[in-house]
């Protein structure tokens, strides 16, 4: 017979592995490069901008276009990276908590 009282606890251990999960993705480290690495950009977990390397010989005011271009693409491919990573902290915080049933996917809780 279903125990809605043990169902309950788990939504209850489900939603506290989640809350940590969430917080813990500002600690990931998530990188992108491009330009042949002379522009790198890092994000954490959360997707948030932490730091923009660029190559000193990219710095100059003719190539302002071209260091815009690969600082956007930089970034999102760091973006790229994090949202992976999270999506798998996410699936880690709840292993063996939830069944794997097809289509039900917690990684929109994210936030």
């Given at each position: 017979?279903?125990?809605?009282?043990?169902?309950?606890?788990?939504?209850?251990?489900?939603?506290?592995?989640?809350?940590?999960?969430?917080?813990?993705?500002?600690?990931?480290?998530?990188?992108?490069?491009?330009?042949?690495?002379?522009?790198?950009?890092?994000?954490?977990?959360?997707?948030?901008?932490?730091?923009?390397d660029?190559?000193?010989?990219?710095?100059?005011?003719?190539?302002?276009?071209?260091?815009?271009?690969?600082?956007?693409?930089?970034?999102?491919?760091?973006?790229?990276?994090?949202?992976?990573?999270?999506?798998e902290?996410?699936?880690?915080?709840?292993?063996?908590?939830?069944?794997?049933?097809?289509?039900?996917?917690?990684t929109?809780?994210?936030?």
């Amino acid at each position: 017979m279903f125990d809605m009282m043990k169902m309950m606890g788990k939504m209850k251990e489900v939603q506290t592995r989640l809350k940590e999960a969430q917080d813990n993705l500002v600690k990931l480290r998530a990188h992108g490069e491009s330009g042949a690495g002379m522009v790198k950009a890092t994000v954490n977990g959360k997707k948030q901008l932490l730091q923009i390397d660029i190559d000193p010989l990219l710095i100059k005011a003719e190539d302002k276009t071209i260091l815009q271009d690969l600082i956007v693409a930089a970034v999102n491919k760091a973006q790229e990276e994090a949202d992976g990573l999270a999506k798998e902290e996410m699936k880690k915080s709840t292993d063996g908590l939830i069944p794997n049933i097809p289509g039900f996917d917690l990684t929109g809780m994210m936030g």
